[in-house]
């Protein structure tokens, strides 16, 4: 059974670096031909797709994000991570980590989430 | 991009009740349409893709319908474990976009 666990620091200041980590079980990244994406919901918001990235590291990024985000993936820790840098209060919201459904498609439904983590954004 | 736009923004039912959810595109999407349902202080679980096509393991009284820019999700006889918010999301170009959602609540 897939499983995917979001970790990272709860909270950030302003201007600095928002880092993720997605921990993969019970399917190999390498072996898997899905995309995996970030996805995140600011609290009583609505869900906004921001990244997705390959096994082979091809990433895709939100447009307004392209420039402060970055998304790798780390086949032997089976791990994805999330870098998003100069963040403010705006950036506060649950951030999730999916599988998509369907191989080789970068645009795609999600068929896996993690469970989310909150990162809020404050001084 | 592509806007969703998700009618009602909150529906109020019975158990037992149908529910009727819609979903309306900025332009077409063919059928590559999802429905997804979350609840508080969970991550949203796929229901239904391209349209009509159930996901592993939901039940059969969740159903989709539609295609181009007009799609529906029916819940055939709520159950209490129902009530929560529905999101669509297409797939039909990059990126792919959510609709902003339903609140279906208990009456």
């Known amino acids: 059974q897939l499983q995917l666990q979001e970790s990272g620091p709860g909270l950030v200041r302003p201007s600095e670096t928002l880092s993720l980590t997605c921990s993969v079980s019970?399917?190999?990244?390498?072996?898997?031909?899905?995309?995996w994406s970030w996805i995140r919901q600011a609290p009583g918001g609505g869900l906004e797709w921001i990244a997705s990235?390959?096994?082979?590291?091809?990433?895709y990024y939100k447009s307004s994000l392209k420039s402060r985000l970055r998304v790798s993936v780390d086949t032997s820790r089976q791990q994805i991570a999330l870098n998003l840098t100069s963040v403010t209060v705006a950036d506060t919201a649950f951030y999730y980590c999916?599988?998509?459904?369907?191989?080789?498609?970068?645009?795609?439904?999600?068929?896996?989430w993690g469970q989310g983590t909150l990162v809020t954004v404050s001084s | 991009d592509i806007v969703l736009t998700q009618s009602p923004a909150t529906l109020s039912l019975s158990p037992g009740e149908r529910a009727t959810l819609f979903c309306r595109a900025s332009?077409?999407?063919?059928?590559?349409l999802a429905w997804y349902q979350q609840k508080p202080g969970q991550a949203p679980r796929l229901l239904v893709y391209?349209?009509?096509n159930r996901a592993t393991g939901i039940p059969a009284r969740f159903s989709g319908s539609g295609s181009g820019t007009d799609f529906t999700l029916t819940i055939s006889s709520l159950e209490p474990e129902d009530f929560a918010v529905y999101y669509c999301q297409q797939r039909r170009l990059w990126p792919g976009t959510f609709g902003q959602g339903t609140r279906l609540e208990i009456q």
């Open positions: 019970g399917a190999s990244i390498s072996s898997s031909g899905h995309y």
């Open positions: 999916a599988r998509h459904r369907s191989l080789s498609l970068v645009t795609d439904f999600f068929a896996y």
């Open positions: 391209d349209a009509s």
């Open positions: 990235v390959s096994k082979d590291g091809a990433t």
């Open positions: 332009q077409s999407v063919s059928n590559f």
